[in-house]
């Protein structure tokens, strides 16, 4: 049997890999960066996350991750709290990716390090050789190969945006044992802690929001903090010299509806659940994990890719639906009063966007 080649080495990548050289499959993992980055990412752990990764020998909790335990909303001044249905988890992307690369390469996957350019029938190109191959995993998350690229709306576009607060007492105190969104028109900024006490606060917006703010983000963030209290007394644990990241054009919302034989799209390049639901991982462990059961199995890249898609519609509808509700000014204040009149109402809208 040729070897499969999985390309991409975060979370979808490394899962699928690691699976595979579990079933004896030998397969070759590429990812372009030899060291791991620390993606943009809400750092944000669903129960769901932690327990497909507890599965897989890789529990969060051993990696330092502080455990999440409640939901706190803010919309302007008002906010509400619901527990979280199960103990979720705030990780880097330093920390998981790093875990699970590690991971697949102990299991038996050999990384390598190379930019892939694009693929041809039954071959990955990269910047100088190529890997045949019958079974291709592509699992490059946010970034688009060549002939391979998700469509984009002409809309106003999604965009992320990530600082992270330095660790110390005054943060550590507000945010606690909490995930929170802070709701403003236009968005919407997470903030959890992460395994070295640092904040990460990650926003999820409109391009439009930006620009009105000359395209600057720290002047975004503070025009964030101008209507809403709570989040200015979190970014005040910060200062205008921190590094900010941003990263353009989130295709929310779009999923892989089909494939082509040969091509199993995994993570990101299979689904794009609106970040405001911290689902993302779970749906990348999920894909990760069915698309290498199907190859072990022998069923082909276009029937995994089918089912896939039924299994993500749900919660990436409900995601979607929750996020445009979130961005709107009214929406925001309502979602918000109703989490707090409703006992309940929060939780089932956490367990139906779950993959
Ligand atoms: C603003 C924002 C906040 C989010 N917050 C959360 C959250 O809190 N919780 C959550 O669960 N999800 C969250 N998500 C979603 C989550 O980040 C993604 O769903 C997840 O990263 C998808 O994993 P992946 O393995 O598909 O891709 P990625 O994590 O993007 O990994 C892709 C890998 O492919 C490699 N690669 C890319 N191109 C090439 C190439 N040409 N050649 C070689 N290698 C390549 C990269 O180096 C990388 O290692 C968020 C997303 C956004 C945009």
């Not at 990241?245 to 993570?267: F, K, M, S």
Request: proline share 5%; net charge positive; charged share 25%.
């Amino acid at each position: 049997m040729s070897r499969p080649v999985v390309l991409g080495a975060g979370p979808a990548g490394s899962v699928a890999a690691l699976l595979l050289a579990r079933g004896g499959a030998d397969p070759i993992l590429i990812d372009r960066d030899a060291e791991v980055g620390d993606a943009i990412c809400g750092g944000f752990l669903s129960w769901r996350t932690a327990q497909a990764l507890r599965a897989l020998g890789c529990d969060p909790a051993r990696l330092g991750a502080p455990a999440v335990c409640r939901l706190r909303l803010f919309a302007g001044e008002s906010s509400a709290e619901a527990a979280l249905p199960e103990t979720a988890y705030g990780l880097s992307r330093r920390a998981l990716d790093g875990a699970l690369r590690q991971l697949a390469v102990e299991s038996g996957a050999q990384l390598e390090i190379a930019r892939v350019r694009g693929l041809e029938d039954g071959a990955v190109i990269g910047e100088d050789r190529r890997w045949e191959s019958p079974a291709i995993f592509l699992a490059t998350g946010k970034h688009d190969l060549r002939g391979e690229a998700r469509p984009r709306s002409d809309g106003d576009l999604a965009l992320g945006l990530r600082v992270r607060l330095p660790a110390g007492a005054g943060i550590g105190r507000l945010i606690g044992d909490a995930i929170e969104l802070h709701l403003f028109p236009g968005g919407y900024a997470g903030i959890v802690l992460q395994e070295d006490g640092s904040a990460n606060v990650c926003l999820a917006l409109r391009k439009s929001a930006l620009a009105e703010e000359g395209g600057k983000p720290w002047d975004l963030l503070q025009g964030v903090a101008r209507g809403n209290p709570a989040f200015a007394q979190r970014l005040a644990c910060g200062d205008s010299d921190l590094p900010i990241d941003t990263i353009g054009a989130v295709p929310y919302g779009w999923i892989a509806r089909d494939t082509r034989e040969g091509l199993y799209r995994l993570g990101d390049q299979a689904a794009v659940i609106p970040s405001l639901a911290g689902e993302g991982m779970a749906i990348a462990l999920a894909s990760g994990r069915a698309a290498a059961r199907a190859f072990l199995q022998g069923e082909g890249a276009r029937a995994y890719q089918r089912r896939f898609a039924r299994q993500a519609v749900r919660p990436v509808k409900v995601a979607e639906r929750l996020w445009h509700v979130a961005e709107a000014p009214l929406g925001a204040r309502a979602m918000t009063a109703a989490s707090r009149l409703v006992p309940g109402l929060a939780g089932l809208a956490m367990r139906l966007s779950r993959i």
